[in-house]
């Protein structure tokens, strides 16, 4: 396929030149084409930013592991808490590290779900709702 910019100049071209009316087939190829690349390049867009997302999650696990790996090195951390902490640590490095499936493997969708609850995300999350929620920022 002909890459978008590409098919929008030569369109172009031809509206200069009058064309269109002339080739009303052709037109509709490259309208077509157009269209379908300006879908693509909207595909690349939000994938990109689906990267950018997912790759800002990684970084806030990394960096809640170093807050804890810190807290974890004073004495006056409770012994009592030391278990769990370490266990948080060892999830948010695999999450950190890109294996968050891994990471939650040991908490039950149930208690997952609710969580989300509670935090305001919704249970079910389609591409959809991510689309909606990128647009919504754009428009801040």
Same mark, same amino acid.
Not at 39 to 45: A, R
Not at 60 to 68: D, K
């Given at each position: 396929?002909?890459?978008?910019?590409?098919?929008?100049?030569?369109?172009?071209?031809?509206?200069?030149?009058?064309?269109?009316?002339?080739?009303?087939?052709?037109?509709?190829?490259?309208?077509?084409?157009?269209?379908?690349?300006?879908?693509?390049?909207?595909?690349?867009?939000?994938?990109?930013? %689906?990267?950018?997302?997912?790759?800002?999650?990684?970084?806030? !696990?990394?960096?809640?592991?170093?807050?804890?790996?810190?807290?974890?090195?004073?004495?006056?951390?409770?012994?009592?808490?030391?278990?769990?902490?370490?266990?948080?640590?060892?999830?948010?490095?695999?999450?950190?590290?890109?294996?968050?499936?891994?990471?939650? %493997?040991?908490?039950?969708? +149930?208690?997952?779900?609710? !969580?989300?609850?509670?935090?305001?995300? +919704?249970?079910?999350?389609?591409?959809?709702?991510?689309?909606?929620?990128?647009?919504?920022?754009?428009?801040?």
């Amino acid at each position: 396929m002909t890459h978008p910019l590409e098919v929008l100049r030569e369109v172009l071209a031809h509206l200069e030149e009058g064309d269109f009316y002339e080739d009303y087939d052709e037109a509709t190829r490259m309208v077509g084409e157009l269209r379908d690349g300006i879908g693509g390049l909207v595909l690349l867009v939000l994938l990109s930013e %689906a990267l950018d997302e997912i790759y800002r999650l990684r970084q806030l !696990c990394a960096y809640e592991h170093e807050v804890r790996r810190v807290d974890l090195s004073y004495k006056s951390y409770p012994k009592s808490r030391r278990d769990s902490a370490e266990t948080l640590m060892a999830k948010l490095k695999l999450a950190a590290q890109g294996k968050s499936d891994v990471a939650t %493997a040991d908490i039950s969708w +149930p208690s997952l779900r609710h !969580c989300m609850e509670e935090v305001g995300m +919704p249970t079910h999350f389609t591409r959809a709702d991510w689309e909606a929620q990128v647009d919504s920022r754009r428009r801040k």
